[in-house]
């Protein structure tokens, strides 16, 4: 057990116990216990292997490479289209953890030999994701824009590409757009501060 961690098992929400249990179930596979993103992070030499977090109506398991796990059970889920790699066992009481414990415990060394057989997943590139026709008019138009965009990394690109895909509406789309104009100048990911 990792102490800089032990504040997140220490937290007061609906799945203290339900993180605890997952916890003891992920060190006894021998991972090593790190703080990443601010939740607990599972590790094999070095490779993150699986995290613990939790949401409104569920905790999760979320497996790295989960989308390389054979899944026999038929139980990750993928969080949202756009997540490529990550995949999900959602739990919403102990009960549960419980009783798919040896099951927990087959998909966490499945992860390991994943990361052991030194496993990629093939992720799509920036230029393959769909640029909205909002985003595309703004390069054209806007040369500071065009440079500045074109120098953010590879993921921030993709990040505001999808950030700018979500809304229904074309005003919505410019209006996200029009605001992220003084973040993309900086060279910041939509979502930094």
Known sequence: MNPKVDFFFEKDTPWQSAYKQLRKIILDCGLIEELKWGVPCYTHNGKNVVLIHGFKDYCA??????????????????????VQSARQIRFTGEAQIQ???????????????????????????????????????KLDSDLDFKTAFEALTPGRQRGYMLYFSQPKQSKTRISRIEKSFPKILDGKGYNER
């Open 61 to 82: 398991l979320l497996f790295h490479k989960g989308v390389l796990l054979k899944d026999t059970e038929g139980i990750l889920v993928q969080q949202t289209e756009n």
């Open 99 to 137: 009783e798919m414990k040896p099951i927990l415990k087959t998909y966490l060394y499945e992860a390991v030999e994943v990361e052991k057989a030194g496993l990629q997943v093939k992720l799509k590139k920036t230029s393959e994701f769909d640029m909205p026709e909002e985003l595309q008019e």
